[in-house]
């Protein structure tokens, strides 16, 4: 199978081609970014399926991270990976990226649970929590930092993502402490397309995941709901 994975969640721009029957990555290419997704994006993937040498009618899918994260590089990402979709005719799901960044603590099936936590700002932060098989354990959230604290029932765990050290050094001093705190600032795209490799396209959706509504809203929208007021 040929992935084409797309990861624009956070302050990244990725892209990678995956084959899983050689079991590698073609290419790949990723951009450290906060913003300016919009404009980055559709060159990286150019230079990386060129790379691959792989055309986009031979892609057997696209894999694209729904969230949660920056709604704007959210909103590019989804919006470049059904558009391609769709022009090749390939079927296109979603994963979200706190399943990204939790997929490789899965694969090595270790006892502990999984946390991913997320940076979601103003002492905030996404978070879910799964078995060593992948089992959910905690359904994604975005809850105040202390209320991870509750996820310590299930025993020592192994702490990953953008704000894994947050909550690590806030973790309480009578709990387990964590086993692994692994804080990368993004999932791996590597890890990104081999999900979307084993996603199923009828339940994976490749829609926005974002837990909580943008900050700003609309002025037209807001305008309006003066007016009714």
Known sequence: MLVLAIDT???FCAAAVL???AGALL???????NRGHAESLMPLIARV???SGVGYAALDRVAVTTGPGSFTGLRVGISAARGIALAAGKPVVGLTTLSAYAAP????R???PIMSVIDARHDHVYVQVVAGDGGML???AVVPVAETFAAARFGALRMVGNAARLVAERWPQDAEPP?????QPGPDIHWVAWTGAAAAPAVALARPFYLRPPDAKPKAASSAAGLHA
């Open 9 to 11: 969640a956070l302050d």
């Open 19 to 21: 084959d899983t029957e």
């Open 27 to 33: 290419a790949q290419d990723t951009l450290t970014m």
């Open 49 to 51: 399926m060129a790379a």
């Open 105 to 108: 603590q899965v694969l090595r």
């Open 110 to 112: 270790l006892e502990e």
């Open 138 to 140: 905690m359904r994604p």
């Open 179 to 183: 086993v692994l705190v692994d804080p």
